[in-house]
């Protein structure tokens, strides 16, 4: 699952990369503001929001396993001593 959820991740990440580099070898030097397409703003707003919000819940869940383990790991030595 956590190989998953990290190749997931690199290649949205490599994604995004490889659109942002397809957009500056496309931009002439004398350009002036970024004229927002939707293709701007897919890349700059849309994808880092889903992905902070990916992370968070995913950065979450593994602090809520581990808290489960170390509550397991617990019971199971109460239980050991206690016998």
Do not use: C, H
Request: cysteine-free.
């Amino acid at each position: 699952m956590k190989a998953r959820i990290i190749l997931t991740t690199a290649a949205i990440t490599f994604f995004t990369v490889e659109l942002l580099a397809q957009a500056a070898r496309n931009l002439p030097r004398d350009t002036g503001p970024i004229q927002w397409t939707t293709g701007n703003i897919i890349i700059f707003i849309i994808v880092p929001i889903f992905l902070i919000i990916f992370l968070y819940f995913y950065v979450k869940q593994l602090t809520r396993n581990k808290l489960k383990e170390r509550e397991e790991e617990k019971e199971e030595e109460n239980k050991d001593a206690s016998e």
